[in-house]
């Protein structure tokens, strides 16, 4: 069985994902496009999905009776109703984060969902499909490290534009790890706080780099994440959890040892497209898979819902100083 | 493009093969079975590939105008006539290994490829596909390590059954490094010696384990290989390439790192079928992409010759304990 | 040239220094002992220093001509009185910590030193003197990974007795780690804050175990250092440094790599007095060198002082659970 | 006690043991000295040893009756003669390598030793002291890894003078291992070959390197020797013993591991003399222990024979290219 896929927003993401599709993916066509630029559409057409429909309308694609599942991956700020508007039309969604912009958004979102009484949709949260991280967690769960009761983590970047602002660690760049951290703790953030260390000069005047996230769960397990988005040295994600036995580390991403030079190297990547990039088709291959099999096993609106609120503490947390409690609508039985 | 798949040998490694093509690649589609057991066939359609169809003489399903491509995954001394059969049908063939059970045999392949003036056989090598092979060999390539001088290697299985002798240490294991090692260096073997050292008592009393392969190559770089196939401890790959300015060695399979009762450690894995997992996909993903395109890239029939002729000379360098010398015949200019 | 060594305190501690003094090191001679047992005394004196006299009033040893330099290795509250008394001699001391059970105490010890116009104390911090921080010094005083910003460090125990307090985690634990990152760094605290992650089971009921001290120095950079003194699996000591081009890690001790039972793995040490055993060495050779030489280089009576101030503020951030200052005194310019 | 050591051959290395007696060991003390260059004698006692009394004559200063014991550090041809003195006076010898420049020249000192009824000799054989092999042994001993089958092992200089020739990959750099091995396997050589990979470019142009040697054990371990002299990237000494249940491989080096410009790295010596820098004092210290418990337990003279018997047998080797039988007398009870 193949599924006719949708996509709304043709840029960067939306044209890897089309190309995931046509060419590494099992089970899925896509055949209908829409973009606020046309133009993009029609190059998509022209280069990889040569039967695809252009729609002028997001709205009219979803409608497409022919199209079993949309992809959202336009602007951030559209998310939220388009992804409404594919749950009205009862079809299977993948939206990439942010699910939307405020966490009422995604609340917005959940209860419509709830509505139907059938998930529909997927937010594309990849790490959980990293095989480093689900080799974490497997080991997690094996019990062979005990309870977990602490994580130290890190998310480093060699340098990022002038246009990224201090919020932006949170919502951008934290975001990925509050979503992750949940799933592999099978836990939920109480309380956050910010501490910003001594400045890098590397960063640009306005942008407070590095920052330590320390995060508090309901099981009362205690994270500290540094986010250091101008460390020079390379891209470079850590996870380490402290059980009550024992410890257990994220894998390095698989390189080439090499004795040169009075030096007994690895190489550390420096391009973050590459370090989850197989993660991204295991993602899809999922939603695809769920979208055959009529059931959503991936990251929920829910989970776009809990991310949103542990961001908002962790922004106010940013300006206030103090600790800031993460106040969530307790979980539906519809999420289990 | 979806090319139509037509498989001989249903057993355990055609039906993986048919399992990839069915629910993990892209654009083929298993059309045609054959098996010596016809009830193997027959389990394969009711569980994997409802629309195939059941041939009982292979040679027809070569011949069917409607299988575009064959995956020979038979008995070993069955592969000579089948390939040699869909060469003769002009049909772009995957033989696992060994392409033939006799340097002659595959000879024999390779002029019949070289009178139809075009490549279809591709060898069941899957070395080259892996991600650490290809990560070593972008490193040699590269030029910072310089030329290679020396390989270290190891060949390690936890343990082997009774039935198998001291020869297919050459024949199914050694095997896999004489491919491989040929692709890494872009070299060809001149002599082999075989030495035995102390035997482990782990081993059965009619096989000599572990032994060491010793290469020289055409270009003058010295191979050891230590093949240890009752070595307890694991399915372990070494590869170390030793060049004129450093040193770069193949990477250890991903693994969780732990800290737990007074050891700091990562997994070794104890079966082989996951080591090389990936590349089983890659290398027929590959195979599959190389019929659309009508150029084959992968292991030729002249690798498997090249193969066939250097175990032939280590299998006799067993026996005889001297420096073998491996002659093969001249590179055909139709294989570059 | 050879000097004369007095050592008030034959108890374990003690015992290991004459020992030293004996058989290890160079240019020392253990001539004089005092215990509050005179038992303790004659047994060494049986054992190890068959010239050495034995003292019952611990003055009475300080004041003996022959006698060049004390070590004071008695109970800690004596410390204070004894380091005094060396000082009014004009007698060189090394002093196991803590150099006295108040930072007033040790304030006392600065002072008076002052006033004799001559560095005599030397505190028995170790780590300045392991390998493994000297070498991670190094890399961080040669500028290659930049200015340090962060610190992440862990301090664990495999277990420790029900006689362990939550505060001794700060004094007898935390308390090296606020010596060695003041000398690491070459920098002061300015602020602590202790959390209090989920209890691991393992720990006595009246103990919380783990916790998290987050330093903040007066350059700013920010430490963080778990404690973990039931994390069963081994006696740890980490320390990463994270600085704006690139990061440093202390060693792991040296340890022969196995492959063994499907893991890849390194021995942890249990014991925490193997983890520093040759820095005690090397500490107390420095420490007879710089009698003979006339200049302390050492751990100072203000770096006692200092680790006092800094072990009083965290102990006040358990209980407050709010960031507390370190107020520490001006830094006298005897102390350079 | 204290031992008074005379020193013949004040060149580099005698000037650094005569520095170790003086400033690092316990128990000894240089109180004459012989050079062929008595300007280099005097200039020793001027830095280091004020009252050491020179000797004109090597003989003399070994039967100076203040005299306790002697070390061998001058030109190597003369090592026979001066340690055969050494016997003769009943003094206790610690040699330089080599023992003597030929093996009948060791078997000489072997039987000379063997008349006095008392083992005098120890010969300067280091690496048996190094904490990295120490703890490779105590891996191997305890039986964790089985019995040991093979040994992969690599010597590796960045580079020589242009003076090193293609044999002095034997007499002075193979010659480590051939004596530490013995000692890590409590095993005797039986056979070597030689075999010569392709010649790297940087070697001078009458040097042959690399270089692989071959053992066999008396008990049948395989052992291979990469010898490369000109390797460029570092001073890398390798070990890796498997053994019939595991491998367990020789500790490289303590290193600061950093992150840096896209690189996890350590760093590899360069320098020869640093890699078994502690090793020296051991080594030098339990000669003196020796001297004055009465029982020498060091590299014996009959580990110096048996190193040039096996390094004469490589030599042959070399040139011959064949498998060279090690033909050692039979191993007197006088050495257990």
Redesign the interface.
Known sequence: MTINIGVIGTGAIGREHIRRCS????NARVVALNDINRDNCQQIVNELTPEARIYDDAIDLINDPQVNAVLVTSWGPTHEAFVLACIEAGKAVFCEKPLAVTAQGCMNIVEAEIKTGRQLVQVGFMRPYD??YR??K??IDSG????P??L?CAHRNPEVGDSYTTDMAITDTLIHELDVLRWLLNDDYASVQV????????ASSHLRD?Q?V?L?TA????I?V?I?VN????Y?IQCEV?G?????????P?????????????????DWKKRFIDAYDVELQAFINNVISGEMTGPSAWDGYAAAVAADACVAAQTSGEIVPVKMADKPAFYR
């Open positions: 060419t590494v993916l099992q095989s480093g080799a974490l497997a080991v062979e490290i005990g309870e009761l602490m130290h501490i910003f260390p001594r400045k890098t000069r590397k590095p330590i320390l508090e099981k009362g397990a205690r500290d540094e250091f460390c020079e040295y390379g470079d402290v009550e036995s024992g410890i257990a580390r994220l894998p390095e698989v390189s080439v040892q090499t004795r040169s030079a009075a030096k007994l190297s690895t190489t550390i990547l420096t």
